[in-house]
Nanobody, 117 residues
């Protein structure tokens, strides 16, 4: 079993920056992929960014050039640095991980990010 604990959400003004973090714990030694999804009210949960254990990253088009995903493999932690935030980035951000490429996905409890003046 894998537990994910997110932190770092909050309220920020448009154009501001925020960093969210997610630490994985449990019976794991290495993790195949870690990433972030987000869900705004009344909308589906969408991919924001992922990074695999080789450092390969995938970003949603809407965040390219503004968000940066990174990970600390030694501590099984993933970060999402969000710059130039827009009101449309407002959502609950969920951490996501797959320990192996063929294994189940795990989700964090979510952290709220609100971009508003």
């Amino acid at each position: 079993q894998v537990q994910l604990v997110e932190s770092g959400g909050g309220l920020v003004q448009p154009g501001g920056s925020l960093r969210v973090s997610c630490a994985a714990s449990g019976s794991i030694s290495t993790i195949y992929s870690m990433g972030w999804y987000r869900q705004a009210p009344g909308k589906q949960r969408d991919l924001v960014a992922t990074i695999n254990n080789g450092g390969y990253t995938v970003y949603a088009d809407s965040v390219k050039g503004r968000f940066t995903i990174s990970r600390d493999n030694a501590n099984n932690t993933v970060y999402l640095q969000m710059n130039s935030l827009k009101p449309e980035d407002t959502a609950v951000y969920y951490c996501h991980t797959k320990v192996t490429i063929w294994g189940p996905a795990y989700w964090g409890q979510g952290t709220q990010v609100t971009v508003s003046s």
